[in-house]
């Protein structure tokens, strides 16, 4: 056993990650897990002030067109996928491209 630096919780020895505060011994700080993991970003919708709902990871092919979208699209063309982020009111959309490790 040994005790995380930052809040003291006991961690098992082979632990890289704190359970109590997420702190990371390899990057010597607290990690923010939630933001690396697709679909659990906290997002709120600029017009209507409520969360957006995660509505999917959308991969392309290389040159994929999505008819009058592809202009859109065309934004992503160096990204393999992306994250699509949906308000339940007002319908707005959001695209996220996943972050690189
Ligand atoms: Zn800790
Ligand atoms: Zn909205």
């Given at each position: 056993m040994k005790n995380c630096p930052n809040?003291?919780?006991?961690?098992?020895?082979?632990?890289?990650?704190?359970?109590?505060?997420?702190?990371?011994?390899?990057?010597?700080?607290?990690?923010?897990i939630t933001e690396s993991l697709p679909g659990t970003r906290e997002l709120d919708c600029l017009r209507c002030g409520i969360p957006m709902i995660y509505s999917g990871n959308y991969r392309f092919h290389e040159g994929a067109r999505m008819g009058i979208l592809g202009n859109i699209f065309e934004i992503f063309l160096n990204r393999e996928s992306f994250d699509l982020y949906l308000c339940p009111k007002c319908g707005k959309v959001e695209f996220f491209s996943p972050r690189t490790p």
């Open positions: 809040c003291n919780s006991e961690m098992e020895d082979h632990f890289e990650l704190c359970w109590n505060c997420n702190y990371s011994l390899s990057q010597g700080k607290v990690v923010e």
